[in-house]
């Protein structure tokens, strides 16, 4: 693949790791389509980046009906890949009301599966690469030591999506082998910037590395899946946590 004439679409770009994504692939010299939750973040990206080759798309996804929206508004795109990095930091959050738990536990699954599913589906004819951005709480479930109360302090919902998410990347890798589309997941670990002080004396003492995964170190990962360097690798799930599935 001519690494120069990469039409990639990254869903959530706007994010921490999003960005990191950008840049990478503009320092490249690709052409890069990210989504984001509005304009305010997608102007402010762009402003930052400052770059020809980046444009945005608005992607809010609550229910089927907006993928549905974003891709008839997309469809005549011709992306080569696609970086799923989307998340909602909503369905994190845990409530005293099952009915709303499983609202989260349904929209969860519906950004982290039924959304890429979709977008694969859809441009499959011009795709040549898929990523999904996964989690290490789709390897192994959280350390207790970490979230004493993990009834309240970590959503079921998101490793058991990001699992899924997983072995999702699998049936697609099988299914398109055949039409030459690789399909891989890199499941980090946390990352700096997102938690408190003391969340991150304590994962950084769990850790073997001894700290969280610095966001310069999120677009190494990507590329390499995204390249000719891993030509010959697809359905794998490459784990990028410093460690902590280890023990």
């Not at 697609?172 to 890199?186: C, D, E, G, T």
Request: hydrophobic letters at 35%; aromatic letters at 12%.
């Amino acid at each position: 693949m001519n690494y120069n004439k990469m039409y990639i679409l990254i869903t959530g770009g706007s994010g921490l790791i999003g960005e990191e994504l950008i840049s990478g692939f503009l320092e490249k010299k690709n052409k890069v389509h990210f989504t984001c939750t509005s304009n305010k973040e997608g102007l402010r990206v762009l402003k930052k980046f400052n770059n020809k080759n980046l444009q945005y798309s608005i992607m809010n996804i609550n229910t089927k009906d907006d993928i549905y929206d974003f891709i008839k508004k997309n469809k005549m795109k011709k992306f080569t890949n696609i970086i799923h990095a989307a998340r909602s930091l909503n369905t994190l959050k845990i409530s005293k009301s099952i009915k709303k738990n499983l609202l989260n536990f349904e929209k969860e699954f519906l950004i982290g599966n039924v959304l890429p599913y979709a977008l694969f589906e859809t441009y499959k004819k011009s795709l040549k690469n898929f990523v999904f951005i996964s989690s290490m709480y789709g390897v192994v479930p959280p350390n207790r030591n970490l979230y004493p109360d993990e009834y309240k302090n970590s959503a079921i919902n998101y490793g058991v999506s990001k699992s899924a998410q997983i072995h999702l990347t699998k049936e697609l890798a099988v299914r398109y082998s055949k039409s030459k589309i690789r399909v891989n997941s890199v499941s980090f670990g946390g990352f700096e910037g997102r938690v408190n002080k003391t969340f991150l004396k304590k994962y950084s003492l769990m850790c073997p590395i001894g700290r969280m995964l610095k966001k310069s170190e999120a677009f190494g990962p990507v590329w390499f899946l995204s390249s000719d360097l891993s030509k010959g690798t697809t359905g794998h799930n490459l784990v990028v946590d410093g460690g902590w599935s280890v023990w």
